[in-house]
């Protein structure tokens, strides 16, 4: 996978005070009022952290929330879980993505599903994990995230995951 590239007069930053979350509209409330009500405090406490696409000045485009996870070594994929400790493992929880329905179809929506999984590589470096995991909010996401590699949990229709070693080999190769 390539560096994320934006369009000029676009750029990633960390959600802040200033942003204007109020117009978000990605068309799916939980998406919206996760942004809205919820970002800010779970990133002062530490839980979460939630990078926001910017148009400028001020518009916010599209968003993403990662936070830490654990994950029991037996709701892993049988093939994954096999070469792993019978044990609680550490993931990266993709818990937040979503863009603006006026910017929707236009490529957002992946290079920031990029982005965040660029970001989780770098963590990855200094701070292992075994997988990438999401929890779909509608059967609509589960279509789009499907079209990246992600897999389904067993058992979890709703929940999906990507190993380590195909996002490392996402943007080592
Ligand atoms: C799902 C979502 C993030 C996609 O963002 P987007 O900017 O519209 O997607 P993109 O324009 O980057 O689309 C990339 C590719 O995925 C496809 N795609 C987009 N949404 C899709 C969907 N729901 N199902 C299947 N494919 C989809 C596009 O057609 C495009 O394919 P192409 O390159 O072959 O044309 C966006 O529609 C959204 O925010 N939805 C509401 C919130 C949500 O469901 N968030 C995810 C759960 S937390």
């Known amino acids: 996978m390539r560096p994320v590239r934006w369009p000029t007069g676009f750029c990633i930053e960390q959600l802040e005070k200033h942003h204007k979350r109020s117009a ?40 993403y929330t990662l936070a830490m996870g654990q994950v029991n070594f037996d709701e ?12 609680l493992l550490p993931l990266v929880t993709l818990a937040w993505l979503g863009v603006d329905k006026n910017y929707q179809g236009q490529g957002f929506g992946e290079r920031l599903l ?43 229709p709703m929940k999906l995951m990507i190993p380590w070693k195909l996002i490392d080999s996402m943007m080592t190769g």
Request: with cysteine; proline share 5%.
């Open 114 to 156: 990029a982005q965040a999984l660029a970001d989780c590589h770098q963590t990855g470096q200094i701070m292992p994990f075994v997988a990438v995991l999401l929890e779909c909010a509608t059967i609509s996401a589960k279509t789009f995230y499907q079209r990246y590699d992600f897999e389904e949990l067993p058992g979890h």
């Open 76 to 87: 892993l994929p049988h093939e994954i879980a096999r070469k792993l400790p019978a044990t």
């Open 24 to 63: 978000f509209r990605s068309d799916v409330e939980a998406v919206d009022e996760w942004l809205k009500k919820s970002a800010r405090q779970a990133q002062k406490k530490r839980l979460s952290i939630t990078r926001v696409l910017i148009k400028e000045p001020d518009t916010i485009v599209g968003y």
